[in-house]
C-alpha cells in the first residue's frame, strides 16, 4: 500500500491536507521528513507507528504548534502553514494534546468556559449541547477538573475543544495511559463525535484498535508515510501486521 494521491484538480477539496511536511524540535533534525496526509469532510483518520515515528510531531506540527521546514497545510485549500494556534481554532481546527490538558484547579464549567474564550457569546448555547454529549461532565461541572480521573480529563478536553464546534478534531494519544474501561468510554465518544459530523485525526498507542475504528490510517515510520489504505486495509496487510501490530496492538 501507498499513500494516496495528491488531489487533483478535479476533485473535490480535501478538508485537511498536508504536503511533503518536513519539521522538528532542534535545529537541523528533521522528526518529519515529508509527511502527506489528507483529510475529508467527516472522516475518522488513524495514525499509528513505532516510537519516535513523529506521529505526535504530526498533530503538533498541523496545529501550528512545530513550525514547518518544508511542505505545506491546508483547510479547505487554503494554506494555513504559518497560522497560530489561535487563528487555527478561529478556523475550526481543535486539537486535544496528550498531556496536560486540562486547567486542574478550574472547575469542569471553568473549563469549557476557556475553550469559548474566542466566542463568549455562544458558550451558554453550545455549553448545554457539549453537556448532552458528555453527560458525566454536566453532573459534576461544578466540580474542579483535578478531582476527575484520568479518563474523565480526557473526555473534557475534548469537549472544552468540541466548545468552538471545529470541523477537524486533532487527537493527540487519547488512550493513553487510562484504563480499560476508560478507553473503551473514550473510544465511544470518539465515535459518536465523529458520527455527528466532526472530521477526526488521531494518534494512537493502540494500533489496533485505532485501525478497526477509523476509516483510513496512515502508518509513519522514520518521519516518512510507509503504508497508508483503508483501516480494515492496513489491519489485515500482512506487513503492517508483521512490523507493526505485532509490537503495537494492545490485547483485547
Same mark, same amino acid.
Given at each position: 500500500?501507498?499513500?494516496?494521491?495528491?488531489?487533483?484538480?478535479?476533485?473535490?477539496?480535501?478538508?485537511?491536507?498536508?504536503?511533503?511536511?518536513? $519539521?522538528?524540535?532542534?535545529?537541523?533534525?528533521?522528526?518529519?521528513?515529508?509527511?502527506?496526509?489528507?483529510?475529508?469532510?467527516?472522516?475518522?483518520?488513524?495514525?499509528?507507528?513505532?516510537?519516535?515515528?513523529?506521529?505526535?510531531?504530526?498533530?503538533?506540527?498541523? @496545529?501550528?504548534?512545530?513550525?514547518?521546514?518544508?511542505?505545506?497545510?491546508?483547510?479547505?485549500?487554503?494554506?494555513?502553514?504559518?497560522?497560530?494556534?489561535?487563528?487555527?481554532?478561529?478556523?475550526?481546527?481543535?486539537?486535544?494534546?496528550?498531556?496536560?490538558?486540562? @486547567?486542574?484547579?478550574?472547575?469542569?464549567?471553568?473549563?469549557?468556559?476557556?475553550?469559548?474564550?474566542? $466566542?463568549?457569546?455562544?458558550?451558554?448555547?453550545?455549553?448545554?449541547?457539549?453537556?448532552?454529549? @458528555?453527560?458525566?461532565?454536566?453532573?459534576?461541572?461544578?466540580?474542579?477538573?483535578?478531582?476527575?480521573?484520568?479518563?474523565?480529563?480526557?473526555?473534557?478536553?475534548?469537549?472544552?475543544?468540541?466548545?468552538?464546534?471545529?470541523?477537524?478534531?486533532?487527537?493527540?494519544?487519547?488512550?493513553?495511559?487510562?484504563?480499560?474501561?476508560?478507553?473503551? %468510554?473514550?473510544?465511544?465518544?470518539?465515535? $459518536?463525535?465523529?458520527?455527528?459530523?466532526?472530521?477526526?485525526?488521531?494518534?494512537?498507542?493502540?494500533?489496533?484498535?485505532?485501525?478497526?475504528?477509523?476509516?483510513?490510517?496512515?502508518?509513519?515510520?522514520?518521519?516518512?508515510?510507509?503504508?497508508?489504505?483503508?483501516?480494515?486495509?492496513?489491519?489485515?496487510?500482512?506487513?503492517?501486521? %508483521?512490523?507493526?501490530?505485532?509490537?503495537?496492538?494492545?490485547? %483485547?
Amino acid at each position: 500500500m501507498t499513500a494516496p494521491e495528491p488531489t487533483s484538480d478535479t476533485s473535490p477539496v480535501a478538508l485537511l491536507e498536508a504536503s511533503g511536511v518536513v $519539521a522538528g524540535y532542534v535545529a537541523e533534525v528533521d522528526i518529519l521528513r515529508g509527511v502527506d496526509l489528507t483529510v475529508a469532510d467527516g472522516e475518522l483518520v488513524g495514525i499509528i507507528g513505532p516510537n519516535g515515528a513523529g506521529k505526535s510531531t504530526l498533530i503538533k506540527a498541523l @496545529f501550528g504548534l512545530v513550525p514547518l521546514r518544508a511542505g505545506r497545510v491546508t483547510l479547505r485549500g487554503e494554506d494555513i502553514t504559518k497560522c497560530q494556534a489561535h487563528e487555527l481554532v478561529r478556523r475550526g481546527v481543535g486539537y486535544v494534546p496528550q498531556i496536560r490538558n486540562v @486547567f486542574t484547579a478550574l472547575s469542569i464549567e471553568d473549563n469549557l468556559r476557556m475553550g469559548a474564550y474566542l $466566542a463568549p457569546e455562544q458558550l451558554a448555547e453550545r455549553r448545554e449541547r457539549v453537556y448532552e454529549q @458528555f453527560p458525566v461532565l454536566a453532573e459534576r461541572r461544578r466540580e474542579r477538573a483535578g478531582n476527575l480521573s484520568g479518563g474523565q480529563r480526557q473526555l473534557l478536553a475534548m469537549a472544552r475543544a468540541l466548545i468552538m464546534e471545529p470541523s477537524v478534531l486533532l487527537l493527540d494519544e487519547p488512550s493513553a495511559g487510562l484504563s480499560p474501561i476508560m478507553q473503551d %468510554e473514550v473510544f465511544d465518544r470518539i465515535d $459518536a463525535i465523529n458520527e455527528a459530523g466532526t472530521a477526526i485525526v488521531m494518534v494512537e498507542q493502540n494500533a489496533r484498535r485505532c485501525l478497526q475504528v477509523c476509516d483510513r490510517g496512515y502508518v509513519l515510520d522514520q518521519g516518512t508515510n510507509a503504508y497508508a489504505g483503508t483501516g480494515e486495509d492496513l489491519l489485515h496487510d500482512p506487513k503492517v501486521i %508483521e512490523l507493526y501490530l505485532g509490537t503495537l496492538a494492545k490485547a %483485547e
